[in-house]
């Protein structure tokens, strides 16, 4: 996986956020809160996670989602730190799973079918309206198919 902080100066506290299949950073560019430094995790190719990064932090707020909240249970089982909090949203420890995550036969036809009109088509239905669909789009991930 990559980690890369989109911010980091010297805070005490740490937003260590697990981001969704699909993601980067361009993603999240945008301001994060003034007492945090911030950790962003995506591109889950491996699930091989840099705990050093952690090191030094007196609370870290772990937030996931979607696809993240599968590799934050995996990175962070049986860790103990200083959590402030533990945020899932739109996400399963089962992700796919016919009853607790992406049923297995969807998963399967995405990804066997795999391609730029279904990522175009997946990136409208995980925003749910237009306007939406029009904010992720001027920050969508710069992933190419082929990566994904």
């Given at each position: 996986?990559?980690?890369?902080?989109?911010?980091?100066?010297?805070n005490s506290t740490?937003?260590?956020?697990?981001?969704?299949?699909?993601?980067?950073?361009?993603?999240?560019?945008?301001?994060?809160?003034?007492?945090?430094?911030?950790?962003?995790?995506?591109?889950?190719?491996?699930?091989?996670?840099?705990?050093?990064?952690?090191?030094?932090?007196?609370?870290?707020?772990?937030?996931?989602?979607?696809?993240?909240?599968?590799?934050?249970?995996?990175?962070?089982?049986?860790?103990?730190?200083?959590y402030g909090m533990?945020?899932?949203?739109?996400?399963?420890?089962?992700?796919?799973?016919?009853?607790?995550?992406?049923?297995?036969?969807?998963?399967?036809?995405?990804?066997?079918?795999?391609?730029?009109?279904?990522?175009?088509?997946?990136?409208?239905?995980?925003?749910?309206?237009?306007?939406?669909?029009?904010?992720?789009?001027?920050?969508?991930?710069?992933?190419?198919?082929?990566?994904?």
């Amino acid at each position: 996986m990559k980690q890369r902080f989109i911010k980091k100066e010297g805070n005490s506290t740490l937003l260590l956020f697990f981001a969704g299949w699909g993601s980067d950073e361009n993603l999240f560019a945008g301001p994060v809160q003034e007492e945090c430094d911030c950790l962003l995790c995506f591109d889950y190719k491996d699930l091989d996670f840099d705990y050093s990064l952690l090191e030094g932090y007196k609370e870290i707020r772990v937030m996931a989602w979607s696809m993240g909240v599968w590799v934050a249970c995996q990175a962070l089982a049986g860790k103990e730190y200083p959590y402030g909090m533990r945020l899932a949203v739109n996400g399963t420890p089962f992700p796919i799973h016919d009853t607790k995550g992406i049923p297995e036969a969807i998963f399967q036809g995405t990804l066997e079918n795999f391609s730029e009109p279904v990522l175009i088509r997946f990136r409208r239905r995980i925003c749910g309206s237009a306007a939406q669909v029009k904010t992720f789009l001027s920050h969508h991930p710069y992933r190419e198919v082929d990566d994904l």
